[in-house]
Each structure stands twice: as C-alpha cells, then as structure tokens.
C-alpha cells in the first residue's frame, strides 16, 4: 500500500517575498508526517504532527503566528478527523494553547465529545497534560495587522500504508474577529473532513464554507466517483457559485491520490507520496 500526505498554508494572497518560505514551511510539514508514514504509522498520527510544525511556523495563521481578535487576543480553533472510525475532536475560540491540534486530538480520545470550546476546553487541555502557555506568548508581532491579507488557516490530509485516511486543520481565525467568533475549522464536514473514501482540509472565508459544507461537499464529489483533483476542482467552483467568496481545498482519496483547488491568489501545498516524488502549487 502506498502512502502520501499534502499540506497546505492557507488561501488568500501572499508577498512574492514569503511565499517562497510558506511553500517550504508547507514542505516542513510534510516531511515531518511522512517520517511517521514512512514506519508504518498512522495517518491521524501524520496529519497531526504536519499541523503542529505549521502551528509552530510563525509564518502561518495557526498557533504561534495566530491572527488577533478585536480585542488584541488570540483565539485559535482546530479540528482532527480519522477517516476509518469517524472519530473527530475539536476546539474553538481557545486562548493559551500552544499547538491547538493536540488539544482537538485529546477531545477526540479522551471525551465522548466532539468539540469543546473557550474556558471548558483551556480547562480540559490543563487536565490533560496539554501544554498551555501565556496568551501573549502567541502574539508574535505588532506587525500583525500589516500581514493579514497573508495569514490563512493551515490543514494536513494523509494516507496511510494501512489504508487509512485522517484529516486535521487548525487556524488563528480572520483578523479583528468579535471574540467568541468561530469559523469553519472546527465543524466536522466544512472544514475538516475524514471518512472511508477521502479526506479533506479547507481553507478561506469560514462563514461561506460553513454555508456550503464545503469539506463534505468535497468527499461526496470523491465518493460518487469523482477523481480527487477532479474533485477537489468542481467542489471550488461550486463554493464560487454560490459565494463571492474565497477558498482553497486539499483533499486525498483512498487510492493516495491528491486533489487541490482554490480559487484564491496563493495557497502554498506541498504533497510528498511515498515514492519519494514532491508536489508544490501555490
């Protein structure tokens, strides 16, 4: 069985200056969930580990390089999805939480739930070993309202040598948000999205991806026998006939085969199968 994994950074436009890097951060990241493909491990295991590199990449709107609210404050949400069990776990509007995709894993595993939100998920993360931190320690720059046209939500989808298919998405949310402002990320089926025939990550304007339910859209397209490029092309066309809005998708199905689209400027991917052949496209 063959195995791949592709990550994405986010859509919207970004500087020639840092998209060069963005696509390397992307490359990061997937080199960081195939060293976990490579050992025979697990696709939820791959997703997660990318999403974390990505957290922990400035660069990109999730985690450390989180956007801020209205009221200077990070607020992240994420959202994990293992294709073969349908087991999902996810947080929203959180403050304090260094890698938010261990906290949506930790929902996941340890709680009949599947999306935990504010103080009850801070709370949750502290009973269960995840590490939390100042919230100011996430703030990375005063320079952050000059990069919001550059930051989107980061998102990891993989194949495992098993079969399986996984999914994890994780974002600091759109600049200057109310707080409490939830977005896509988090909701099972817009945008993250895992089962038996693909899994997807998506990435832009929330409200209008949570309108259009555009990770399950995405998966039925593969699902009634689509190609995953193919796929992942028609289910962006439709989101942009219904929205004037935009998006960005990646999604693989259970051959191992990629699909991306967007119909943004840039969303730097990097997909890496097991062959050892690399894939950009921003």
């Not at 493909?37 to 985690?63: I, S, T, W, Y």
């Not at 998966?219 to 009634?224: I, P």
Request: glycine fraction near 12%.
């Amino acid at each position: 069985m063959t195995f791949t994994i592709i990550v994405h950074g986010g859509a919207g436009e970004v500087s020639p200056k840092s998209l060069e890097a963005r696509k390397q951060g992307c490359r990061a990241a997937a080199e960081a969930g195939l060293v976990i493909l490579k050992r025979g491990g697990q696709a939820l295991d791959a997703v997660q580990a990318a999403v974390e590199v990505l957290e922990n990449n400035p660069l990109f709107n999730a985690g450390l390089g989180s956007t801020l609210n209205r009221e200077g404050q990070v607020e992240t949400d994420a959202a994990i999805m293992d294709g073969a069990t349908l087991k999902a776990g996810a947080i929203a509007a959180v403050s304090g939480i260094r890698n938010p995709i261990q906290l949506a894993r930790a929902v996941m595993e340890h709680s009949p739930y599947i999306l935990l939100a504010g103080e009850g998920a801070y709370r949750f993360a502290t009973q269960h070993g995840i590490e939390t931190c100042d919230p100011e320690e996430l703030v990375v720059s005063a320079q952050r309202r000059l990069w919001e046209k550059e930051h989107g939500t980061v998102g990891a989808v993989a194949l495992d040598s098993h079969g399986r298919l996984a999914a994890a998405t994780s974002t600091g949310g759109i600049f200057d948000k109310l707080p409490g402002r939830v977005g896509d990320t988090p909701l099972i089926g817009c945008g993250t999205y895992a089962d038996a025939n693909a899994a997807v990550s998506c990435t832009g304007s929330g409200e209008d991806i949570i309108r259009t339910t555009l990770a399950r859209h995405a998966g039925y397209l593969v699902e009634q026998g689509l190609d995953a490029m193919i796929a992942a092309q028609q289910a962006i066309a439709d989101f942009s006939m219904h929205t004037r809005s935009e998006a960005g998708i990646i999604l693989i199905n259970n051959k191992g085969t990629e699909g991306f689209a967007r119909n943004s400027v840039h969303m730097p991917v990097c997909a890496i199968r097991s062959s050892g052949d690399i894939f950009f496209y921003a």
